[in-house]
């Protein structure tokens, strides 16, 4: 039986991922403001969650991608109870370098729109790396 090649990272690789806002997830709760409503870093680390899922099952085995840039623009607010969805799509690669549009939605609105960047890395280096620099 041949085995089949591990697929590859390419533009136009997609996932979505969803939360329901809790009170843990506010401005007031993440120390980003003093509103009951869905705390930008929680939108922030939403859409990273979607670049993740976009690419899991193309990243190569022993590798990685972490975040290197974020650009969003948070434009509506969420009230706890809501759900919101994140949606990613690799737009492009340059070697280890991953690009992402994202949206957040809840359904009506857009509530958060950007790019996010990533780069493919050796787990176990980086990791490695990391614990030398602290």
Not at 4 to 30: I, K, N
Not at 51 to 68: F, H, K, M, N, R
Not at 70 to 77: I, K, N, S, Y
């Amino acid at each position: 039986m041949q085995e089949q090649p591990e697929p590859a990272l390419a533009p136009g690789l997609s996932a979505q991922v969803e939360l329901t806002v809790t009170d843990a997830d506010t401005a007031q709760a993440v120390g980003s403001g003093d509103v009951p409503v869905l705390g930008t870093p929680r939108v922030v680390a939403l859409a990273e969650a979607a670049t993740v899922a976009a690419t899991a099952a193309a990243v190569p085995s022993g590798s990685t991608t972490v975040g290197t840039r974020v650009e969003l623009e948070h434009l509506a607010p969420t009230v706890v109870g809501g759900t919101v969805r994140a949606q990613a799509r690799l737009t492009a690669v340059d070697g280890r370098r991953l690009s992402f549009e994202v949206t957040v939605s809840d359904g009506n609105a857009t509530v958060a729109r950007g790019r996010v960047d990533r780069v493919l890395v050796d787990r176990q280096r980086f990791v490695d790396r990391a614990g030398r620099t602290s």
